[in-house]
Structure formats: C-alpha cells, structure tokens
C-alpha cells in the first residue's frame, strides 16, 4: 500500500500544472474569456480609426501566423500579413463598421490556448463603393504569449450557396 501511495504522489507531482490547476495564478475563464473577446474584436475594429499598432499588438508576429480567406488566398507569417497595410491604409479604404455574431470561446485545459468561431458582417467601402465581407464564418487560433493573448491562426470563409 505505501508503494502504491508513492507511486501516485511520483506520478501527480511529475504532471506539469495548468493555469486551473495553479493556486499562485488561478484560471479565471470568465476574464480570460473577455481579454480573448477584447482581441478578436479588435482584430476587426481598428479598422475604424486605423489603428494599426493595435492591430499589429494582437497579431502572432512572426512566421508562425496563418491567414485563409474566402478567395483562397493564404497569408503565411506576419510579413506576409503587413503586405496588406497598402489597401486598409489607402485613403480609398474606408471601414464603416462590424458585427461580430454567436462568438464561441474554448480553451485549452492548459489555458494558453483559446480558439473561437462566430459569424462576421465586415462593411467596408473601397473609392465609396461596399466592400463588404457579410455572413462571413470565422474561426481562429489564439495563443497566450507572455501574458498576452495573440491570434495565430484565423480562417474565413462564405458558405456556399
């Protein structure tokens, strides 16, 4: 019996802790949920005023970010990503607004990961005419990076008819 009880506590002490697991640093879902939510709909409405610091502060910033959109186009890492700054700084650029639709948060029992889905309406306009991405699924990827919640991976697409 006592070598079972060893056995058990060498094996549990041998398991890494996850953020819940932590007394030090609980996991708190519910804010942790927010400071995800805070990322995604930044992620969309800097757009508004240009803020594209933001936009870069909430973005993987390395080789390790992925992008899919509708058009089958694929931005692989964050300077392939910057390649775009050109349109949503152009003045023609114009964001008008956003609509972020039945956002679902999980994380990873480890709480460094969170992923999500939601429905997105993007209106936009391009030289005064809609450039608009409406009942568009999105689902992405963040990561927690030195406390810091980044998203790595999004992908978007339109439903087919």
Known sequence: MKCLFFMLALV????PLTSSQNISNPFN???EKQLVEKVIHGSIGWAKHKDI?????I???DTSFLEVHPDEKVVRGFEDFKKAEKFWMNPDFKAIRYEIKDLSINFSNSGDVAWFFCMLDDINEWKGRPANWENTRW????????GKWVIVQQHFSFASE
């Open 12 to 15: 549990y002490s041998s398991q």
């Open 29 to 31: 879902i519910q804010q």
């Open 53 to 57: 610091n933001l936009l870069y502060s």
């Open 59 to 61: 973005i993987a910033n």
């Open 139 to 146: 689902t992405g990827v963040l990561e927690k990076r030195n």
